[in-house]
C-alpha cells in the first residue's frame, strides 16, 4: 500500500510535482555545493603545489619545444665563424622537420603517450621490487655469515640507500 500515490483530490496535501521540485531542488543544492567544494580544493592544491603536470602527450610537446628551442639557441664553437651561421640554419631545419614529425603522432594518439607513461611506471615498480628482493637476499647472507662468526670477506659493505 505504502508504494501506491494518493489519490489527486487528497484535501492538505501537496501535488506530487512539487514534492520532486523540492527533492530535485535539494539534489541541485547538493551537487552545487560538492562541485564548489571540490573547485575550492583544486584551488587550495594548485596554490601550494602548482599547477598540475598535464597528460604525456602535453608533456611530450612540451618535451619537444623546450628541446628545439636549446638546439636552435646553440653556438657550436667546433664549426667556428665561417660554417656557424650554416650550421646554425641546418639545426633549425632539422627540428622544425622533427618537430613537424612528432606533432601529428601526438595529435592522432594522445592516449598512447598516457599508456606509455603508466607502462614506464609499472616497469621502474617491478625493477625497484626486484633490486630490493635482492638487496634482502644479500643482507640476510651476509647476517648468516656473521652470526656463524664467518667474516664475509675483505671488502666493505656499502649502503645505497
Known amino acids: 500500500m505504502s508504494e501506491e500515490l494518493p489519490p489527486s483530490d487528497a484535501g492538505g496535501r501537496e501535488p506530487v510535482d512539487s514534492v520532486d ?3 530535485a531542488t535539494d539534489a541541485d543544492a547538493w551537487a552545487t ?10 584551488a587550495r592544491r594548485r596554490t601550494q603545489y602548482g599547477p598540475p ?13 623546450n628541446v628545439a628551442e636549446k638546439l636552435s639557441g646553440l653556438q657550436s664553437p ?3 665563424g665561417i660554417a656557424g651561421p650554416a650550421a646554425q640554419q641546418v639545426v633549425k631545419q632539422v627540428v622544425q ?5 612528432v606533432e601529428p603522432v601526438i595529435e592522432r594518439n594522445p592516449d598512447v603517450f598516457d ?23 644479500w643482507s640476510r647472507r651476509d647476517d648468516t655469515l656473521r652470526d656463524r662468526g664467518e667474516d664475509p670477506g675483505p671488502g ?6
Open 156 to 161: 666493505e659493505r656499502i649502503d645505497l640507500d
Open 33 to 42: 555545493a560538492v562541485a564548489e567544494d571540490l573547485a575550492a580544493e583544486k
Open 21 to 23: 521540485e523540492v527533492r
Open 53 to 65: 603536470p598535464g597528460s604525456a602527450a602535453e608533456e611530450l610537446r612540451k618535451l619537444v619545444d
Open 78 to 80: 667546433l664549426l667556428g
Open 115 to 137: 599508456h606509455l607513461a603508466a607502462a614506464g611506471g609499472e616497469l621502474l615498480a617491478a625493477y625497484r621490487s626486484a633490486v630490493q628482493a635482492q638487496e634482502q637476499r
Open 97 to 101: 622537420q622533427a618537430k613537424a614529425a
